[in-house]
């Protein structure tokens, strides 16, 4: 072995090599504020290794980005844990990176002779928020789709150039292909090999000038090993620690559901973005994407001239602080607004909804060559929450809100359909409170008409009594896939009282009088014969005003299918949504 | 025993520590970033795909094969294909030669089991053969020469016959193996 390591040495000078770097001088002693720099190393690795092994996985196209980090989470083994190593392990290098810089500044370890190493370190804070933004967007989801979308369409604000760097990032006009492919050049191939280069750099003139200590020394001179190396290597495993309970506690990375242009979602970048977000509520974007960055660069730039004094040293110091402050702050107000906003919730328990249901799709069916996307899109459960939300939210609600989860501005005009034909829906709508309410008929003109002022309002303690019983068969004429069948001989008995046989209600108040079941008679009021069931509500959307329904008593009801305002598959998909669940209490 | 030399010892001690804990603490760090990609590296190793996988696959009628036992080449289009996240309907998926028996039919692999290469039928000389190596097969599907390039008969695959249509599983085989291996 010895001799072995001889011959290399002869050959390489691998000892002196390996020497000079162990025992760099530690003046004043190993000590914990310096260990921000080996960690950051240690992370820097940590993600060219698990990203070269997310590679395997990875597929830049808008068909495939969604689908193949879909794959490599839910099919492959252990996928999750690796994809979540390299998430939480890029949330721990911007930490990091603000705690080495601000030592850096605090110890003034950025004044001469280390001005052009702070300037190195400055510009590898670029790359790495470089790099976050670009993986931000690979996995193609809603939220990397929305936000990065932002953040290119600032580029456009640099003056003369803007347009063309943004068309040459994104690769065209409209994102697409070719920003997949670009973004992911630049992820994983350019701005990597840039950030090692420059680690080398910065590593090399650290090694020149040596560790900046502060006078007098804390305690007497130690080596680099492996006192300090120690330390590092105990922190690096704390980072380690910290990352791998993060990816266990969530269970790896987000995948929110597939991007998709035409579905809206609240553009939000990544945590440590936020401020600059916020910013730009206040600010115009040319002061956001040009201004303000361009005079934090110079004033940076500077730092290392302005620190020559005591009291320069002192503005350095404020000045990052209140950068760091003001950060906190805008991000505090960032999300602080957000959680204020219910529809800003509604619109991530919205995405959430999606990204589960389509999950679910794929792992039962498999991914069409059209993509994820093309899913979501024909799935009855998510176009039909769509279809709700599009075409009848503005005067219906559905569970109180749009179908969606979001709520609505107009004022509710007509019936909460959650549940609708279901025994407890119509239950309810037979009691005359209940009917004049906003859940059911308060908005329409029905709320004065006969069946609310001459029937409802009219019963006695008795028929009242009875009212359930008219809901048990009316919701078994529905046929609901959630509720049980009546036996045949409960069905007859409770058509019996619907026909009033036993003449249980007082004439005029009876059901049959107006309303009608199994027979060809045609009552003044809407057929119940099948009432809620499929056929009966597919009719009932596409022509309200037909003789069967409303007639000319209809009130402001869309004609959907007669009018062309929906697609008869669109009709049987919204039917279908509406009869699939109970309400929810 | 001096204080000194025991001072010293104490020092040894503390140093073998402090070195040992860097060792151990660096190697873990250095470790962790191959370990966290060895299952999903591995993924495609550990995936067993029996044979009880593969599916039936509808290819021609019985009636459009001569009933002489002349071979047929036939497209196979699978209705349903996983490569890892998507699933395609229709697929082509590859060809086999389909040979009527009376009313049963053997199904053979195009591809030559010594390489890949895709063998063709001879009509003058009712046989198989290999463009590729000069393999060349009987009709049974068996190798016909001593030193035969392959190293093994042609592929069969199961087949039936349902209400006149030909079914079959169609399958790859491991290469230039003697056995008969499904890959």
Redesign the interface.
Known sequence: MKGIMDWIDDRSGIRGLVKEALYEKVPGGARWRYVWGSCLT?VF??Q???GT??W??YSPSTQ?AW??V???EY?????W??RG?HHYMAQAMIVLLVLHLMQVVIDGAYKAPRELNFWFGILMLGVTLALSLTGYLLPWDQKGYWATAVATNLMAEVPLIGPIIQKVVVGGVEYGHHTLTRFFALHAGILPASLIGLVVVHIYLFRKHGIHVKEPRPKKDSYF???Q??KD??A??AV?LAVVTLTIYFHGAPLGPPADPSNEFPARPEWYFLFLFQLLKYVPAFWGAVIIPVFLVVWMFLQPFIGKSKVGHRINVGFWWALIAGSVFLTFLAVSEDQANIKHGAAIEEAKWQADRVIEI?NA?????LGAVSLLRADPKNQGRRLFAAHCASCHRYNGHDGRGYPVDDPQSAADLAGFASTAWVTELLNYDHYVSDKYFGGTKFKDGTMARKVLAKYTEEENKLLPEIARLLADEANLPYEEKLEEEKRDELLALFYNDDLDFEDGRACIDCHDIDSEDEGSAPDLTGYGSREWLIAFIENPEDSRFYGKKNDRMPCYGRDDKLKPEEIEILVDWIRASPATP | MTDSSKKQEKQEDR?KF??T??IG??A???L???A????????PA?RDKGNSEVPWTKIAKLSSLPEDGTPTKFEVILA?V?D??????DIPAGAVYLARKGEEVVAFNLKCPHLGCAIDYRKNSNDYFCPCHNSTFALDGAVTTENSPSPRGMDTMDTKVENGEVWIRFQQFVPNIKEKVPV
């Open positions: 240690f690795f940590t060219v290794v698990t092994l997310l395997m996985f495939t689908e193949s879909y794959f490599l099919q492959v083994a252990g996928g844990f690796l190593v090993w492996p006192d190396i120690l290597a105990v690096c495993l380690l794929a069916e498999g991914i069409p060559p | 140093r402090i070195v804990s860097t603490a660096s873990a760090c250095a962790f970033p191959f966290s990609g060895i299952p999903s590296v591995l993924d550990t349903k996983r890892a996240w998507t699933t395609y309907t």
